[in-house]
């Protein structure tokens, strides 16, 4: 079966970096796309990030446009978010999905698997 495990999570002050990676097992990832999402207390389920392994067609939320990254190890199947210049507002738990054979989208109902979530916390 497919299993994302999500890793990488935890506290930062505000302009710190985390690391989240996404390692993805049971499936290949030709023409898939991998996304991140997160979701705090109050607030909607917000689409993040999102890598498709066929093209590497990207996609960055505004808020986080020249401080994440997305990007690929493909020798170990996993989907890496750089997270730099750490804001309150980043704090969430963060959600691996993918979506097989399918192009980049932002509704999460169209991701068929689902990680179980790494926190992330920016506070001071």
């Known amino acids: 079966q497919v299993q994302l495990v999500e890793s990488g999570g935890g506290f930062a002050q505000p302009g710190g970096s985390l690391r989240l990676a996404c390692e993805v097992s049971g499936h290949t990832f030709k023409r898939d796309t991998t996304a991140w999402f997160r979701r705090s207390p109050g607030k909607e389920r917000e689409y993040v990030a999102a890598i498709r392994w066929s093209d590497g067609s990207i996609y960055i939320v505004d808020s986080a446009k020249g401080r994440f990254t997305i990007s690929l190890d493909v020798a170990k199947n996993t989907m890496i978010l750089q997270m730099n210049d750490l804001k309150f507002d980043d704090t969430a738990t963060y959600y691996c999905?993918?979506?097989?054979?399918?192009?980049?989208?932002?509704?999460?109902?169209?991701?068929?698997?689902w990680g179980q979530g790494t926190q992330v916390t920016v506070s001071s």
């Open positions: 999905a993918l979506r097989p054979n399918k192009a980049i989208s932002d509704i999460a109902a169209g991701y068929d698997y």
